[in-house]
């Protein structure tokens, strides 16, 4: 009985610790396809100025604690920074145009028919001196796994090509060379 007990605690106190951690992904990596359509627009200054978050984004997977964009930053920040990121890249980031943006729905999930996950990610971003807007989506399916360590790893991890794909999705619209505009 006692050799139970003593095991039921180990237990408990595995659990309560490992709920403690948090998630976070590598930092971010430009993506060839965003530089490739980014490179088209060559001769263009811009930047994400701001990006407000109204997506109610629950970090919390599972028991095992929250997803965190590296550097403890939100994932409204995260994508700010990696829209940035890819301008750089594309050596068109400066001042001339700066958008003004809005996440709209970030989400993910970690148990996806038991060991899947998928992110769902809608940015909105404005050209406040030209007035023109576009709406981007992504969704990013992977492989999560079983356990909650694993799958919340794994969760964090696949933010960033999630957040590669919405920029992807955002610069390769048509939309985009009105959007940057002057």
Not at 128 to 149: E, H, I, K, V
Request: charge should be neutral; hydrophobic fraction near 40%; include cysteine.
């Amino acid at each position: 009985m006692k050799r139970i007990v003593g095991t039921v605690c180990a237990v408990v106190v595995a659990v309560a610790l490992a709920g403690c951690s948090t998630m976070t992904p590598t930092s971010y990596a430009p993506y060839a396809d965003n530089n490739v359509a980014l490179r088209k627009h060559e001769g263009v200054s811009v930047s994400v100025g701001s990006l407000s978050d109204t997506s109610n984004f629950s970090a919390n997977c599972r028991l095992m604690g929250p997803i965190t964009a590296s550097g403890n930053r939100s994932i409204a920040q995260f994508v700010q920074d990696s829209f940035n990121d890819e301008f750089k890249f594309a050596a068109i980031h400066g001042s001339d145009t700066v958008l003004q943006g809005e996440l709209t729905h970030a989400e993910f999930s970690s148990t996806s028919g038991l060991t899947n996950g998928w992110w769902i990610l809608r940015v909105t971003l404005r050209n406040p001196d030209n007035g023109s807007s576009l709406t981007a989506d992504a969704r990013y399916d992977f492989p999560s796994g079983f356990d909650a360590m694993t799958a919340c790893t794994q969760t964090a991890q696949a933010l960033t090509p999630a957040v590669q794909r919405l920029v992807n999705s955002a610069v390769s619209k048509p939309e985009f060379a009105k959007l940057i505009a002057r």
